[in-house]
């Protein structure tokens, strides 16, 4: 499986474990607690700590880097797909032919025949797969690291102690598809219910991303 999955633009991804059921509370009798002394060693809490969220989904969506890496890799993949499909019509027809009460030629032949272009199909798929995982996992690495890049700038300029990731429907419609529904009710990580939009900062990623990226490119 290609690893460009993980990037697909505009893809929501909501996958999760179960809810964990809370666990029962012995009746015994229990030891009186011990006294709590105050411990020099513990840190701190400072209360006032700003955080700010982004929509992971809408910065893959809406970066122009991401979505031309993937219509890029998808061209290449139709590439280099042309000739695995050649070989399968080539082989199906030899199967038709074999399947004949009279085949024009002897059917060993044109099993051998099979065996060959099946094993050829299977080299060059597997071939197939690696060039473009090996082309993801570039990729992959340069949209981290530019994004990590500027997550950190915002974080320090807005004075945030966090700035969190999360996955979530992008548009309307998306919001009231029951699928989506249900898998954020089983979410792998941050799943916030409601955001302040003073914090989410999605767009401002979002756009100092792409602001970079049309430098770059000379737009």
Do not use: C, H
Request: net charge neutral.
């Amino acid at each position: 499986m290609i690893r460009w999955s993980v990037l697909a633009a505009g893809a929501v991804a909501v996958m999760g474990a179960a809810f964990v059921a809370g666990a029962s509370v012995p009746t015994k009798t229990a030891r009186p607690p011990l006294e709590v002394k105050a411990d020099a060693g513990k840190p701190v809490i400072v209360v006032g700590q700003k955080t700010g969220y982004f929509n992971m989904a809408k910065v893959m969506r809406e970066y122009k880097k991401a979505r031309t890496a993937a219509d890029r890799l998808t061209a290449r993949k139709d590439r280099m797909a042309a000739n695995l499909i050649g070989m399968r019509n080539m082989y199906l027809d030899l199967k038709a032919i074999a399947e004949r009460p009279n085949p024009v030629r002897p059917k060993e032949g044109l099993e051998e025949d099979m065996r060959m272009l099946a094993r050829r199909m299977e080299d060059m798929d597997r071939e197939i797969q690696k060039l473009l995982n090996e082309r993801a996992t570039i990729i992959i690495v340069e949209l981290y690291d530019e994004m990590r890049a500027v997550t950190t700038a915002v974080s320090r300029e807005n004075g945030l102690t966090a700035l969190l990731a999360y996955p979530d429907a992008v548009t309307p419609e998306e919001a009231e598809n029951p699928m989506i529904k249900e898998l954020k009710l089983k979410p792998p990580a941050l799943q916030p219910f409601y955001l302040d939009s003073s914090v989410d900062y999605s767009g401002e990623i979002v756009r100092r991303l792409n602001e970079k990226f049309d430098a770059e490119n000379g737009d």
